[in-house]
């Protein structure tokens, strides 16, 4: 669903997406997608507000304008709230071909509440997708207030 002048609301390759992928856009120029995967939640809500996923059973929402919301991976869930702000959670897989396991769970959260304020949590899965360490998974990072940055790799 897209609503909004420019508002744009995607799976970028559907050859790659499974499905069950839901993904919304609400603001005048606003963009939510999934990139590839299944199963993931997307949506962007407010003026230039963008959200994105990559992966399995991911949760990216952006509510704000100018805010930014990134899942990547596997389990992952990226919340802001507020304008000018960013949350991104990556790590685990994102295929489920990848085989899942302890050491490539994913499962991080960041979320951020608050004008240009930034949160990240875990780190970005390597270029075959899979994150190989037990420490990468199960980050969580929060920024509270305006004009935080918190970050947990």
Known sequence: MAAG???????????????????????????ARVISGSTNLVLAAGDKATAS????VNLAAAFGSNSK????GNLNKALVIGSNSSADAE???KSAS??????????????????????TAGTVPPAGGVTNNLS??????????NNKTVHNP
């Not at 609301?9 to 606003?30: E, H, M, Q, R, Y």
């Not at 919301?69 to 990547?72: E, L, S």
């Not at 302890?102 to 949160?119: P, V």
């Open 98 to 119: 990848a085989g899942i396991g302890l050491k490539n769970i994913g499962g991080n959260t960041a979320i951020t509440i608050g004008n240009n304020s930034h949160s």
């Open 53 to 56: 996923a990559d992966g399995l």
């Open 91 to 93: 790590g685990g897989v």
């Open 69 to 72: 919301a990134t899942a990547i």
């Open 5 to 31: 002048n420019g508002a744009k609301a995607l799976i970028d390759t559907p050859g790659k997406s499974s499905g069950f992928n839901l993904v919304g856009a609400i603001g005048n120029g606003a963009d």
């Open 136 to 145: 990468d998974n199960l980050k969580f990072a929060i920024a509270l207030g």
